[in-house]
């Protein structure tokens, strides 16, 4: 978007106030440069020239404590799209100071390169069952990763990847082809999800293909990095044009709508923009899927209460509400109760929980609150950038309650007919 | 700026975290949900009484003007201060002290959002009254300030009608308590009144007593549509007139009618001259009765299509239209000026049609929806603020619709406020006696004109 654009974006905000409601930023905080009105207000000021972004380091801070949840924009009778206008100035940021070095070491240098993340899953393991831990923790060599390690899992031993080999069966005769879009995350540190996407998709006669592709590009995305986002979007599009699956099947909300993103990006690319539209076309979330082609119900029995937190690409990126729940109740024995705020963003937000601790803990704590008085032993949601977030809630608040994607209690329930 | 010396001691009085001055931050609160700009010196979160009776004070040691403030969705510039006042933010001086489901009252700190206190009041079976469609984020004391109305108005009346009680910090720093706070037996002279709607002028609200409502078990919703606004007005005033009281009563004009089709498609008659959105409650025996009454009014005034909602989902649908009336309208242009004027029901179909002329003649768009139970009327003006031609006649537009409500026997705001935003119309419809006494009223709590001065009295 030009300036220009942008303006004509930002004047539909007639500062009615009403984002209030919706933005975590503002329900934890009560200060009015942390809601989608106090932060279109600061963008239109420095685009009008009425302020400067490079001289004001309070609106680069505000711009960015912004979780791009998409809450103000679905609940804003005007419809401004301030996500959108975010990241268009997270954008200009990056391109005129580039990346700060921390994002860029995690971002371009690791979660750029497969065998990167997998390098670094395998150190990070070594790292946790050892006493290094507390050792470069005394060091307190880099303050930024140790507040990452805080809220790493437990890392699996092997990749979902690595285990394809055995996974993967043929199946006879099967109903479906799909291509299952394995993301960095479940793949590298939440493979428990990864397996049960794939073993719920076998047991529905699905054949699975799982290309070799990358990062999505999320993370880079939401830095502002559109150079390194535009590179891994065309290397993913090509690698999904080679097959041509009935869906393609993310477990990841963040994947998914990264995915279908990939179509705006390429405004300017008539070709790429074909193919990423072709490919948006098949791209659906395994809960959805599930419930499109009416999947098995010869199950067992989870004798649990059950609460479902809606991931914000998952609720407002995907727009994917009740097939997660549908597939919960469905399962004998699970009681599904509701929480307050359901569908309000845990504030994970991919790397933000590390970057902006203080904010990020007291919205996670409302969750995890809102969680408590449930009063269910699972929480279950559909991305494992929420699942990272949330387990270390659980763990702030002392909790054992364990966080699980509705395919992993799928899988489960299956496995307890089986029994 | 303030003096440095000022803010620390602010500092101290409400604690650092609680005190904001930097450039950037004060742009943030330099608005309202109005077109008025202020230029604050210093933002305070208070979260007592006596952290704001300190404020109040200070300022008045130093002779610095202060505002106060809710979630800031003030219609009429109330909320955003004169230069360098101190703004006292109410946003964090916010948790229900009490629900008292015998007595049916609510104690609440002046910051609680309206919504909170509809949920905290809902398990006992109860509500409060007062629905503002700013309602998610509007807090009881901007309500209060504001006497706030909503779309239940017509049946249960504005936010005066339900506080009980107050606790004040006036100008000079003292405190005192009103009504239902007062232990004293009647009589009093209730000052409760005085402060509601009074735009924060007088005093800051720092803890009101309210009146809860019990919830009726039965709602029905209906839409009628209506080929002539005069054919709408009569059923409007039919209605009222079998006894009828509804709890919702709106009129949307064809302008309203065709942007919105244009925008959500639900199949309105895009040449239909106004829309009835009517809803009543009661026990299933009143609405059954209600409902027959009203049926008979949308036949007896030649309705063209009626609809009664038979479960929650085709109400929600009904309601669609109500809904996308913002979204709708701004659409079309990226400025607007809403208005707020009152005339009495009979004259509600004329002032439709001359709002409507005056969209004519001017040639701007103006969507008009009226909470027509109470002859309270919103003409929203809708305009490019970059196009001259469009921009200029704003103002004289806005004249004359002000200037044909007095002439209808109307007032100039129904629930928005006077703000900064109508001052010059306050003349145009109080008498010089009557503002002279509101001003001595203003003089006698505020001689030195500290608290939110430059709004309200001209
Ligand atoms: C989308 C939208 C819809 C609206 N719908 C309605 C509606 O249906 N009906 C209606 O009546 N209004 C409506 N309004 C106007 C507005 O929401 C109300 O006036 C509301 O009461 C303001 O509350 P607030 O908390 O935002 O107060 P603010 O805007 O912060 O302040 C409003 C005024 O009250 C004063 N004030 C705030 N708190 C206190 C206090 N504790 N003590 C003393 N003075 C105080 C302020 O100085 C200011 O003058 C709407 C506004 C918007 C943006
Ligand atoms: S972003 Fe939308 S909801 Fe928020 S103030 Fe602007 S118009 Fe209102
Ligand atoms: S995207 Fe989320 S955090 Fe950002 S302004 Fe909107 S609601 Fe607030």
Not at chain 1, 7 to 22: A, D, H, S
Not at chain 2, 7 to 20: D, H, P, Q, Y
Not at chain 2, 49 to 61: C, F, G, R
Request: charged share 25%; with cysteine; proline share 5%.
């Amino acid at each position: 978007m030009n300036k220009n654009v942008i303006l004509e974006v930002l004047m539909k905000c007639n500062r009615c106030g009403l984002c209030q409601e919706v933005c975590p930023t503002y329900r934890v905080s009560g200060n009015e440069f942390a809601v989608a009105r106090g932060r279109n207000r600061l963008i239109r000021m420095a685009i009008e020239g009425q302020l400067e972004f490079d001289k004001e380091p309070e609106i680069e801070q505000f711009i960015n404590e912004c979780l791009l949840c998409k809450a103000c924009e679905t609940n804003c009778p005007s419809g401004v799209p301030t996500p959108e206008l975010i990241s268009q100035v997270r954008e200009y940021y990056t391109s005129t100071k580039g990346l700060p070095i921390a994002k860029k070491i995690m971002y371009r240098g690791v979660f750029s390169h497969n065998k990167r993340i997998d390098l670094v899953r395998r150190l990070a393991k070594v790292y946790q069952k050892t006493g290094i831990k507390t050792l470069v923790r005394m060091t307190g060599v880099n303050n930024i990763f140790n507040k990452a390690d805080d809220m790493l899992p437990d890392l699996p031993k092997n990749s979902v990847r690595g285990q394809l080999p055995m996974l993967l069966k043929n199946i006879h005769q099967p109903k479906y082809k799909v291509a299952y879009f394995l993301g960095c995350s479940v793949n590298n540190f939440f493979s428990s999800i990864g397996v049960a996407t794939i073993k719920v998709l076998q047991k529905n006669s699905c054949q699975i293909i799982v290309p070799d592709v990358n990062c999505c590009g999320a993370p880079h995305n939401s830095a502002g990095d559109q150079r390194e986002f535009k590179r891994l979007a065309i290397k993913n599009l090509k690698e999904l044009a080679k097959l041509d699956p009935d869906a393609i099947i993310v477990d990841c909300s963040t994947c998914g709508s990264i995915l279908k993103e990939y179509v705006g990006l390429f405004e300017n690319e008539p070709e790429y923009q074909k193919l990423a539209k072709q490919i948006a076309e098949k791209v659906k979330d395994i809960s959805s899927f599930l419930i499109e082609i009416g999947f098995k119900k010869e199950m067992g029995e989870i004798k649990a209460r059950v609460t479902y937190h809606d991931p914000c690409h998952g609720v407002r990126f995907l727009n994917v509400q009740e097939a997660p729940r549908e597939i919960l109740k469905s399962i004998p024995g699970i009681e599904l109760i509701e929480m307050n705020e359901a569908d309000m963003c845990c504030g994970g937000a991919g790397s933000y929980s590390i970057f902006y601790p203080k904010l990020s803990r007291q919205i996670l704590s409302r969750k995890i609150n809102n969680f408590k008085k449930t009063g269910a032993s699972i929480l279950a949601t559909s991305c494992p950038a929420c699942t990272m977030q949330l387990s270390f809630g659980m763990k702030l608040h002392e909790l054992t309650s364990p966080v699980k994607h509705p395919v992993e209690l799928l899988a489960e329930a299956y496995d307890n007919k089986a029994k | 700026m303030l003096k440095n010396e000022i803010i620390n001691k602010l500092r101290k009085i409400v604690g650092s975290e609680n005190v904001l001055n930097s450039k950037i931050t004060m742009t943030t609160y330099a608005y309202d949900s109005s077109p008025f700009l202020g230029k604050p010196g210093a933002v305070v979160f208070p979260t007592t009484t006596e952290m704001i009776v300190e404020i109040i004070k200070l300022a008045n040691k130093y002779n610095i003007p202060v505002t106060p403030r809710g979630a800031g969705t003030c219609l009429c510039g109330g909320a955003v201060g004169v230069e360098d006042a101190i703004i006292i933010s109410l946003a964090k001086f916010n948790r229900i002290l009490e629900i008292n489901a015998v007595n049916r009252t609510a104690l609440v700190e002046p910051g609680v959002v309206n919504k909170e206190l509809q949920l905290a009041a809902e398990p006992y079976g109860l509500m409060y009254a007062p629905d503002p469609a700013s309602q998610n984020v509007s807090t009881i004391g901007g309500n209060i300030a504001e006497n706030a109305g909503g779309i239940r108005g017509v049946k249960y009346g504005c936010t005066k009608e339900h506080v009980l009680g107050l606790e004040v910090v006036l100008p000079s720093g003292e405190v005192i308590t009103t009504g239902g706070l007062n232990s004293q037996v009647d009589p009093e002279i209730d000052l409760t009144y005085i402060f509601c709607g009074a735009e924060g002028t007088l005093g800051l609200v720092t803890k009101a007593l309210l009146s809860l409502t019990p919830i009726n078990s039965d709602t029905k919703t209906m839409t009628a549509v209506f080929a002539t606004l005069e054919d709408a007005g009569a059923c409007v005033s039919e209605i009222i007139a079998k006894g009828v009281i509804p709890t919702t009563m709106e009129i949307l004009d064809n302008t309203v009618i065709k942007a919105v089709e244009d925008y959500a498609k639900l199949g309105l008659p895009k040449d239909a001259a106004a829309l009835i959105l009517l809803e009543v409650d009661g026990f299933p025996a009143e609405t059954k009765a209600m409902v027959e009454n009203i049926i008979q009014a949308f036949k007896n005034n030649n309705s063209i299509n009626y609809k009664i909602a038979k479960d929650e989902k085709e109400r929600q649908d009904l309601w669609k239209a109500r809904r996308a009336v913002n979204g709708a309208l701004g659409k079309l242009k990226p400025s607007n000026v809403v208005h707020d004027i009152v005339v009495p029901r009979d004259r509600l179909a004329v002032m439709l049609k001359k709002v409507a002329k005056i969209a004519e003649k001017y040639d701007i768009i103006i969507g008009q929806v009226a909470h027509a139970g109470d002859g309270n009327l919103h003409p929203t003006l809708y305009y490019d603020h970059r196009i001259p031609k469009e921009a200029d006649v704003i103002e004289e537009a806005c004249d004359e619709i002000i200037k044909e409500t007095i002439n209808e026997g109307g007032t100039i705001s129904g629930e928005h406020g006077i703000g900064l935003e109508k001052l010059k119309y306050m003349p145009l419809a109080f008498s010089q006696p009557s503002l002279d006494y509101m001003k001595k009223i203003k003089e006698s709590f505020d001689p030195e004109n500290r608290t939110n001065p430059g709004i309200l009295l001209p």
